[in-house]
């Protein structure tokens, strides 16, 4: 089997000649929207029984914000970056979570088991954690079929929360990014039409406290683009030929990204074994708005890329007015906003009327879409009232 046949049966997501296909259809351009918290409300939902009431209300709302973000982007293919987020928030106290996330956010993962069996994992040795708990399955399991039936493309951090875990080891993150990609790699047999890459790594330089080395970090690429062949599991980086077949996610469909970097220095390109998307998530600061529009700072990007195609991630820079304070809050600035954030819709209309010329997806990451909140205190904030009138 081809490389190419591998990622055509097995992705709804690949990478040609620096641009996107998305169930076979070549994009452009893809835009994106942040919602850190639609996959905690999906596996919440699904510790309840079919016919619960807080199960039925849950993926309502999920379901609800699928459809107001295709409606934003006035297309069916609308690109949601969703936060896989797990790392015990279950036993901490109220308020003390990441972005002070509630205690009772689920662990979908097992972290006990993990840290329990960090020491065991580079040996390979027999005790070591082979899959996610049952509610995680279940909960990647209705995420792939609503990416199926509903047309929308979802990016999944998958070890969000873990980076910032104390007591776990970069070999058990490791052996996590894995796992996860081994269950969504047979998720996307049974969902042939569903349309979600994998971030192993959200901010990986800027939040670091399993201090993954940037070796490691290109390393995960080799660990994706993986082949096995009979009884004795025999494992290979490179495509062997007869008898060998794919065991992981396409490497094509993996993203990780600096945080806070105008260039990105992990190894890309359009070979096996590398990242074969390349996001980039701009420093803040002065003059932020014009940074896409440097011909200086694209031509290293693109020239960093190898020929992958480049996106933009993680673009948090305006707040409404009206919820600067709110805003503030969610991220536990203590009453002062952060370098770069503006409540000048304009300046972010520049940022992001400028993405479609150089970059072939991007992620516009605001107040509304961190809280995945449908009954947010206004119907609509002033850049979805723009991204209304840009799109139709």
Known sequence: MTVAKRREKFTGVITQRGKLRVRGKRQPFAWGRTSFKLFVKIAIAMQYKPTHPIRKRLLKEVRQWVAWNQRLFSRADVWLRVFYETGGWFQIAEGEGMFGSPPWDPDIVGIDRYLDIADNVRSGGRDRVKRLTPLGVKSLRFLFNLSHKTGCCFELVCDATLKHTAGLSTPVVDHHIRQIAFECRKLQQKFPNAAVMISARNEWDAHNGTRTSLSEVNAWAGRFYRWKKGPQDRIAFLRPGIGWIPEQWPESTIIVDHGGRNDIEYR??????????????????????????????????????????????????????????RGEQWYRVNGTTPDGWTTNLNKAIEFYSSWPVHFAYGVVHDEKGVQCDVNWPRPITRLEDWMLNFFA
Request: with cysteine.
């Open 268 to 325: 890309c390109g359009t070979k096996p074994g590398m990242f074969q998307m390349a996001a980039v998530h701009l420093t803040r600061g002065k003059g932020w708005e014009k940074i896409p529009l440097k011909k200086t700072v694209i031509t290293k990007l693109k020239r960093q890329a190898n020929g992958a195609p480049l996106g933009i991630t993680e673009s948090m820079y305006l707040l409404d007015k009206e919820d600067r304070e």
